[in-house]
């Protein structure tokens, strides 16, 4: 059973940054593929960026790439997201997400969830 708990959302202007942070409980951390999800009012939950248990594979959507950059410290068993020159359209809740296997960007395929935090950016 893992555990996970985001934080770090909130308003930011258009060409801001903010880094959200995924707290996870348990000792086998290293063992999960953790994935960061987002999800706009009426739409679905979008996969935004995954890395393997080592940090040694990384998947970025094509909408994050070159502006969001995922990282881990399996000592702190947290995940990161850092979001830099964030868009209106990036406004969502952002959900992380453990899974053991192999990677993906499919969310039905992540066994646990957080709660989300909200990020919203503004013109």
């Known amino acids: 059973q893992v555990q996970l708990v985001e934080s770090g959302g909130g308003l930011v202007q258009a060409g801001g940054s903010l880094r959200l942070s995924c707290a996870a409980s348990?000792?086998?951390?290293?063992?999960?593929?953790m994935g960061w999800f987002r999800q706009a009012p009426g739409k679905e939950r979008d996969f935004v960026a995954g890395i393997s248990g080592s940090g040694g594979s990384i998947l970025y959507a094509n909408s994050v790439k070159g502006r969001f950059t995922i990282a881990r410290d399996n000592a702190e068993n947290t995940v990161y997201l850092q979001m830099n020159s964030l868009k209106p359209e990036d406004t969502a809740v952002y959900f992380c997400a453990a899974k053991r296997g192999v990677l993906s960007s499919t969310p039905s395929r992540y066994d646990y969830w957080g709660q989300g935090t909200q990020v919203t950016v503004s013109l």
């Open positions: 348990g000792r086998t951390f290293s063992t999960y593929y």
